[in-house]
């Protein structure tokens, strides 16, 4: 089993920063994928970014490229987001989570574990 745990959501204004980070735990952690995904209310999750563990590749999707960057510590077994500019439409519970196989990095249904999610609120 892997345990992921998320933090540092939090409340900000349109424009500001935030940097998000997911500490992974528990079996030996070499995922093939890591990936964050939001849930706004009343909506599906949807996919954000995701890096992959070994070779370092980043993906995002087009309504955050250019302002959230995707990044991870390998040794500490640690993954970030750090998003700039940010908008109220990025308003949702940010989860992220770990594929162990070789899926599309952008199907969440791909991905074998999550974190509990951390909620970022912008204000306009």
């Known amino acids: 089993q892997v345990q992921l745990v998320e933090s540092g959501g939090g409340l900000v204004q349109a424009g500001d920063s935030l940097r998000l980070s997911c500490a992974a735990s528990?079996?030996?952690?070499?995922?093939?994928?890591m990936g964050w995904f939001r849930q706004a209310p009343g909506k599906e999750r949807e996919f954000v970014a995701a890096?992959?563990?070994?070779?370092?590749?980043?993906y995002y999707a087009d309504s955050v490229k250019g302002r959230f960057i995707i990044s991870r510590d390998n040794a500490k077994n640690t993954l970030y987001l750090q998003m700039n500019s940010l908008k109220p439409e990025d308003t949702a519970v940010y989860y992220c989570?770990?594929?162990?196989?070789?899926?599309?990095?952008?199907?969440?249904?791909?991905?074998?574990?999550w974190g509990r999610g951390t909620q970022v609120t912008v204000s306009s």
């Open positions: 989570a770990a594929d162990y196989g070789s899926g599309a990095y952008y199907l969440a249904r791909r991905y074998d574990y």
């Open positions: 528990g079996r030996t952690f070499n995922p093939y994928t």
């Open positions: 890096v992959r563990w070994s070779g370092g590749d980043t």
